[in-house]
């Protein structure tokens, strides 16, 4: 993986707010990659767990609002992340060395999971606001 992570339509879901804060998310972690120093990596890791905190909780509202049935393992994987992000926060506050295998680890994620689940869930919305969808029938309801 090269050390930037160019943002491409590939990479949108069609939501734009969503899109907006995954663009913001590449943006952290190419910011990330290309640090240099350790000032700036404390900063660059502090947004990106602020961030990623901010972008999975609105997420996951809008995954459960919808009835998205993948929810659960959803959450589960943004944890797994925040976790990633935590552990790279605690080990530079402690003065440890965090690695570029870690970087790289953080932004294969981010790829990962923009290509694959929140595709999922972006797929799974363009179905559900068809005019045959759950959330289609229930506009008509309230309409």
Do not use: K
């Amino acid at each position: 993986m090269s050390a930037i992570l160019e943002w491409s339509p590939e990479l949108e879901l069609g939501l734009g707010g969503i899109d907006d804060q995954h663009r913001q998310l590449v943006e952290l972690t190419n910011a990330l990659r290309m640090c240099i120093g350790r000032e700036e990596l404390g900063r660059i890791l502090d947004a990106l767990a602020h961030h990623t905190e901010t972008h999975f909780r609105e997420e996951e509202q809008l995954m459960a609002d919808s009835g998205f049935p993948g929810l659960a393992a959803h959450q589960a994987n943004h944890r797994a992340f925040s976790r990633r992000v935590s552990d790279a926060r605690r080990r530079h506050g402690a003065g440890e060395w965090v690695d570029i295998s870690s970087m790289r680890l953080i932004q294969s994620w981010l790829v990962e999971h923009l290509e694959r689940a929140d595709r999922e869930f972006g797929a799974f919305l363009v179905a559900e606001t068809r005019p045959r969808g759950t959330i289609a029938r229930l506009l008509r309801r309230l309409a």
